[in-house]
């Protein structure tokens, strides 16, 4: 018999911003079946369920690993029920309405060597305590033989079918009428139903570069040859907006009549804006037009990941009506049910890339023109890649000590501020900011940077990451 807590501790696969990432080839069937035996032995510290809902992205290893999931979940008595391809959003909702636990096997925007295991308890995404409960947990299991054949799982579309109800029982059917729409489907987990929503809402779809090899789309660090498509795209077909979104689908990817891609965090101010929000949560990596826009009674400023602005909803939820949170990913979190057109949209508390499209594209302003009413504060990102996280981590701590040095290499005259949340976060004395961060789902260095234009962000961001070079 083997120990989940020590057949994880070995694994290698460790828990990150959002949920347990690594290598594929150390998600074995045994880890696979370690991690959601474990999940299922602590949601059953407070939950009564007999079923988890288990469903996938494009990656080539992500339905093997759901059938080890299934298998050890088994051992335990707890069926599966298998949404197939679905995104995120869409899994951890209709688990929410079944009041049921769900595992998302995904590693997002990550390239596809490596994986992941998304866990949502019946009523949302897990917390960080919950994460550290499954990794202690010493539940006994049965390995899972590498060589044995892993039983088929059926598929159910309940999950999409209710995902696609959310939004099409929302807005009218002419909706987006007169829209035109490119959607870059990529490898993305829900490319087979973003066209049939956009068009249920009565737009113009055009879909664009679907691929059958898995492509790491990172919503915040978009590449220049995707940067050049969508302005390409723009000029050819005339669009009103590109639709896009990472490879499960939480987090969106969307460019202005111009081809422009907007960054993730002025979606997330624009979407909560049309929605009316009072108070808001958002990771301390965000633009600051939020607190200058006046625009919100109460803005939190967290730790980057998800589970610490799902964290900050219970305390805004005790006085304030409509509370939500997103991330610079884009990635939107409703963490109370609203009122949109009239209809009340049910809270979810995890990242979606939907809501923010229809919020944005179903205003009489373009997208161009909404982003002219927010104060001019422009964020940039990159990250050194293949740069190991203790090395970032010590070359953080070290720039810590000295954030005047910081400041005079990229030629600041003072620092105003120093936050350390998450990261080194350096606000200089002219208002720009420089951010650096370990990344917590892959191997990379990430860098923030903002400033009053796009031009003077993207050179600092230049300076900024020269900078980290030359260390």
């Not at 979940?73 to 049921?100: C, E, R």
């Amino acid at each position: 018999m083997l120990v989940t807590s020590s057949v994880i501790k070995n694994s290698g696969v460790q828990f990150g911003t959002s949920g347990a990432r690594g290598l594929v080839v150390d998600f074995t069937p045994s880890v696979c079946a370690a991690f959601a035996i474990a999940f299922a032995k602590v949601a059953q510290q407070n939950f009564s369920f007999s079923t988890i809902a288990i469903a996938i992205d494009n990656r080539p290893s992500s339905y093997a690993m759901a059938q080890a999931c299934a298998q050890g979940l088994q051992q335990l008595g707890i069926n599966s029920v298998y949404y197939g391809v679905v995104p995120t959003p869409a899994l951890a909702y209709k688990a929410m309405q079944d009041n049921v636990p769900a595992i998302m096997v995904t590693g997002s925007h990550i390239p596809f060597d490596r994986n992941g295991l998304k866990f949502y308890r019946p009523d949302g995404e897990i917390s960080k305590a919950d994460e550290l409960a499954i990794l202690a947990e010493q539940a006994e299991f049965t390995a899972l033989d590498d060589s044995l054949d892993l039983a088929e799982l059926a598929v159910d579309d309940a999950a999409k079918t209710a995902y696609i109800e959310r939004y099409t029982s929302l807005y009218p059917a002419d909706a987006l009428a007169g829209k035109s729409i490119g959607i870059y489907e990529h490898s993305s987990a829900g490319r087979d139903i973003y066209r049939q929503i956009f068009e249920a809402l009565g737009a113009q779809v055009t879909s664009l570069e679907r691929s059958n090899e898995f492509v790491a789309i990172d919503t915040e660090a978009v590449s220049a040859e995707d940067q050049a498509k969508a302005q390409a795209w723009s000029k050819e077909y005339g669009f009103d907006a590109i639709f896009s979104t990472d490879g499960d689908g939480d987090r969106p990817l969307i460019a202005d009549e111009n081809g422009n891609w907007l960054r993730g965090d002025i979606l997330g101010l624009l979407c909560s804006k049309a929605l009316n929000i009072e108070a808001l949560a958002v990771p301390v990596s965000c633009n600051t037009a939020i607190e200058q826009s006046a625009l919100f009674t109460k803005v939190v400023r967290t730790k980057i990941g998800s589970p610490y602005v799902i964290a900050e909803f219970s305390a805004l939820s005790g006085d304030f009506k409509a509370v939500a949170g997103f991330e610079a990913n884009g990635g939107y979190l409703l963490g109370s049910d609203v009122l949109v057109e009239g209809k009340s949209l049910k809270a979810l508390p995890t990242r979606d890339a939907l809501l923010p499209a229809f919020a944005l594209l179903t205003q009489k302003a373009t997208l161009a023109e909404q982003l002219k009413t927010l104060p001019p504060r422009f964020t940039v990102s990159d990250r050194l890649k293949d740069f190991a996280t203790e090395k970032s981590k010590a070359l953080i701590a070290e720039l810590t000590t000295q954030p005047e040095k910081v400041a005079t290499q990229l030629g600041f005259a003072a620092v105003n501020n120093v936050n350390t949340t998450d990261g080194l976060r350096i606000t200089m004395n002219n208002g720009d900011v420089v951010h650096f961060r370990p990344s917590g789902n892959a191997p990379e260095l990430r860098c923030y940077v903002e400033s009053a234009s796009n031009q003077a962000a993207q050179q600092l961001l230049t300076k900024a990451l020269g900078f980290l070079l030359e260390l």
